[in-house]
């Protein structure tokens, strides 16, 4: 398996623009969670999917972001539309359960100018 | 609610010698404590597991101490190598069977 892949790498965007970021899981994981990276304030959890669904969503810092997971081994998150302020390093990581080792994709750097 | 503390100073070991990481909590202790790896422009990769009822836990020259009563974790790298050279993470299990509460991280620095 090739790990958890995300999509784009790096994304630079002009503020009020949509921004959409992909990930695929690893095969089997029923975990899913979307992670923000901030000098300022560390990793924090935006969303976690179990089994497709999204069980907690409250670190999802306002309405203009979104995020699906049309099937088991895809999400997204959505950004719209995008403010400067939302600028910082994007992970998704899965897992086979909630509670064991996550597995984290290489992360989208998000610019938004 | 739980806070963690992590040395945000940089930790710089000489080549060859052991280099102790420390992770402080302040709340409740977790079910369990996880620590991680990070190279920079990579996400976070997961080196070793803890839980609330173990002291200790190896991995060929990692080890893991748990004190409940510190509130502390301590990561331990023997034998360092300059391809040591990271940030190192550690998380808390947030009271919740899936929350991970992250520490700010460690850059550890291993000079030839």
């Known amino acids: 398996d090739a790990g958890v892949i995300q999509s784009p790498r790096h994304e630079v965007t002009e503020m009020g623009q949509e921004v959409t970021l992909r990930c695929k899981l690893i095969?089997?994981?029923?975990?899913l969670f979307w992670y923000r990276q901030t000098m300022m304030r560390g990793l924090e959890l935006l969303i976690y999917?179990?089994?497709?669904?999204?069980?907690?969503d409250s670190g999802m810092p306002e309405d203009r972001f979104s995020a699906k997971m049309p099937n088991a081994s895809f999400s997204t998150l959505k950004i719209q539309p995008s403010e400067p302020r939302d600028s910082a390093v994007y992970f998704c990581?899965?897992?086979?359960?909630?509670?064991?080792?996550?597995?984290f994709g290489q992360g989208t750097r998000l610019t938004v100018v | 609610s739980q806070k963690i503390e992590q040395n945000s100073e940089a930790l710089n070991i000489q080549e060859g010698k052991t280099a102790t990481l420390t992770c402080n909590y302040t709340?409740?202790?977790?079910?369990?404590l996880q620590w991680y790896r990070q190279d920079p422009g990579r996400g976070p990769v997961f080196l070793l597991l803890?839980?609330?009822n173990e002291k200790e836990k190896r991995k060929e020259r990692l080890k893991v101490t748990f004190d409940t009563t510190l509130k502390q974790s301590l990561f331990h790298i023997t034998a360092s190598q300059p391809a040591d050279s990271a940030t190192y993470l550690c998380?808390?299990?947030?009271?919740?069977?899936?929350?991970?509460?992250w520490g700010a991280g460690t850059k550890l620095i291993i000079k030839p």
């Open positions: 990581a899965s897992s086979v359960d909630s509670n064991t080792e996550a597995f």
């Open positions: 095969s089997g994981h029923n975990s």
């Open positions: 999917f179990n089994n497709n669904v999204p069980i907690d």
């Open positions: 709340n409740y202790s977790p079910a369990y």
């Open positions: 803890i839980r609330e």
């Open positions: 998380a808390l299990e947030g009271g919740s069977n899936y929350q991970l509460i």
